[in-house]
T-cell receptor
Framework: GENVEQHPSTLSVQEGDSAVIKCTYS??????FPWYKQELGKGPQLIIDIRSNVGEKKDQRIAVTLNKTAKHFSLHITETQPEDSAVYFC????????????FGKGNQVVVIP | DTAVSQTPKYLVTQMGNDKSIKCEQNLGHDTMYWYKQDSKKFLKIMFSYNNKELIINETVPNRFSPKSPDKAHLNLHINSLELGDSAVYFC???????????FGEGSRLTVL
């Protein structure tokens, strides 16, 4: 279906280490995979996204990788900083007008100074 | 210059009451949404409007009624509030139904 599973639910990392969050999906028609970051008391904000025609995308300390065969995609944060502490949501959408964005359940990332 | 603004930010009310949450976006977007975020942080879409036309209507009780007077506004009215309606409600907008979502800061509804 259109669900997306997100693991782990909580991740604690030491400042400076890397954090990786993985999401899996089942709908092979999925072609768009964004990641949203939600800081405490705020709304989610897009931080990076990837479409199905590429396998990896980087933006400074964050990167997203996509494995269409295995139907999973991951968010990588390198050199983590305290301001990276937040809830991260993966999402997916299939082609077609009005196909809704389906969100994962979110990962709480805690960066320990 | 808030892009997506929603009011009120906090709302505490008794069971059975009727309440509304308002949302406005100044991004010139065509599509607007309401999402519900429960205590476990799960984000679930409720409604979506594109150019004032309802395009997504998830399985929500008909006590919830969205209204889009124009492209820049999408309000949510809730009748006969129940305890389970307690959540944070997020308004969002996007350029089109396939675009990046821009979320408001949320409206925390507490039903006593």
């Amino acid at each position: 279906g259109e669900n997306v599973e997100q693991h782990p639910s909580t991740l604690s990392v030491q400042e400076g280490d890397s954090a990786v969050i993985k999401c899996t999906y089942s709908d092979s028609a999925s072609n768009y995979f964004p990641w949203y970051k939600q800081e405490l008391g705020k709304g989610p904000q897009l931080i990076i996204d990837i479409r199905s025609n590429v396998g990896e995308k980087k933006d400074q300390r964050i990167a997203v990788t996509l494995n269409k065969t295995a139907k999973h995609f991951s968010l990588h944060i390198t050199e983590t900083q305290p301001e990276d502490s937040a809830v991260y949501f993966c999402a997916r959408r299939a082609l077609g007008r009005n196909n809704r964005l389906a969100f994962g359940k979110g990962n709480q990332v805690v960066v320990i100074p | 210059d808030t892009a997506v603004s929603q009011t009120p930010k906090y709302l505490v009310t008794q069971m059975g009451n009727d309440k509304s949450i308002k949302c406005e976006q100044n991004l010139g977007h065509d599509t607007m949404y309401w999402y519900k975020q429960d205590s476990k942080k799960f984000l679930k879409i409720m409604f979506s409007y594109n150019n004032k036309e309802l395009i997504i209507n998830e399985t929500v009780p008909n006590r919830f009624s969205p209204k889009s007077p124009d492209k820049a506004h999408l309000n949510l009215h809730i009748n006969s509030l129940e305890l389970g309606d307690s959540a944070v409600y997020f308004c969002a907008s996007s350029q089109d139904p396939d675009g990046e979502l821009f979320f408001g800061e949320g409206s925390r509804l507490t039903v006593l």
